[in-house]
């Protein structure tokens, strides 16, 4: 079949749409719960981070509820209704959280005592301005707690916009192109964990004495790179995006402004749709996230400006003129 958006399976724009498999309730209420859920923790247990254990859990819960729960159990469609290519995305998404929540886990991330660092900074920062606590409070409502779970569930939506294109036309066959985001997605989280383990295994060795003077991680990966893992997760969600390609139809969120649904025409261009949205604002989240990190670490070790200046900051190339192990030898010399 095409790869192209086909026209002839679009439903008249004036129709009234309805979400998946009937209705978009049931999974904006899970996402409104789990938004409400992270604030009430985070606020109980005085910790930013109640967000970054709920990252790689809840696309996870949106990803089987759409490509399961909804039609299967909720619709009442059984076995029958199940969508083959939504089933390989939830699927794809469930061995990507899986792995990132042992990461995670294995660094200490769910002990509810421990919240990430750069949480803290950023409470110093408040703590100078006007009005706080008041500001901080305010931060952790809209933007930790709720802002970033309507990220996580932006960037979930292509698993809605193919189910939903299944549920109407009855036709969402796997293309070529498909099979290729398949193998890429693939590519990408392969990318993460040995980023992830290379990382892992440098702060275990630096715990044990092993990294003496070595105070960052410039090895691997990580000497093309100054973040690969950031890179990876960007890129992992890019391909999830792809798969709307074929399968996006413009009525599939008619309830939103026509402006995202009608004036960008997948006729027009075929690459562009609705979906978009969690993706890109994704790679705007971890421009400023990496913008920080850095900011922190270069405050910390006087040699990780070199290491700027040497290292891509997402995508992995070679060092520039200075190579890394020059940096490391710096780093030892001077810290």
């Known amino acids: 079949s095409s790869l192209l958006y086909s026209p002839s399976l679009t439903p008249p724009l004036t129709q009234k749409m309805q979400g998946p498999f009937g209705d978009l309730d049931s999974i904006v209420y899970v996402g409104i719960f789990l ?7 985070s606020v109980a247990q005085n910790n930013a981070s109640v ?33 083959t290519k939504t089933l ?11 792995r990132l ?36 409070h305010s931060f952790n409502f809209l933007f930790i707690s709720f802002y970033q779970n309507l990220l996580i569930w932006l960037f979930c939506v292509p698993a809605l916009c193919v189910s939903y294109y299944a549920a ?55 000497k093309y790179s100054r973040h690969p893992n950031f890179f990876s997760e960007i890129m992992i969600w890019w391909c999830f995006y792809a798969f709307t390609v074929q399968s996006y139809n413009h009525a599939v969120l008619a309830q939103l402004p026509q402006i995202l649904t009608y004036k960008y025409s997948s006729e027009t261009f075929p690459w562009l749709n609705v979906c978009i949205i969690g993706p890109f604002l994704l790679t705007l ?42 940096t490391a030898t710096r780093q030892r010399k001077t810290e």
């Not at 390989?88 to 899986?98: H, R």
């Not at 109407?168 to 693939?186: C, E, I, Q």
């Not at 920080?292 to 040497?310: D, G, R």
């Open 35 to 41: 938004s409400f859920l992270c604030w009430v923790l």
């Open 168 to 222: 109407k036309t009855g036709m969402n066959p796997m293309t070529s192109l498909d099979y290729f985001v398949v193998l890429a997605f693939w590519f990408f989280l392969t990318l993460e964990t040995l980023s992830d383990n290379e990382q892992f295994a440098f702060h275990l060795r630096k715990e044990r004495g092993k990294e003496k003077g070595l105070t960052f991680l410039q090895q691997g990966l990580w």
């Open 88 to 98: 390989i995305m939830a699927s794809l998404v469930t061995v990507w959280g899986i």
């Open 51 to 83: 967000v970054d254990r709920m990252w790689s859990v809840s696309p996870i819960i949106y990803a089987l509820w759409v490509a399961i729960v909804q039609p299967a159990f909720l619709d009442g469609g059984g076995v029958s209704a199940l969508d």
């Open 285 to 326: 989240l971890f421009q400023g996230s990496t913008k920080f990190t850095e900011y922190l670490s270069s405050s910390k070790y006087p040699s990780y400006k070199q290491y700027q200046q040497t290292t891509s900051k997402l995508i992995p190339w070679f060092p520039s003129s200075s190579s890394s192990s020059t």
């Open 101 to 136: 929540t042992h990461n995670f886990w294995r660094k200490g991330g769910y002990d509810p005592t421990t919240e990430d660092y750069r949480w803290e900074q950023l409470r110093i920062i408040f703590r100078r301005l006007p009005l706080y606590p008041l500001t901080w």
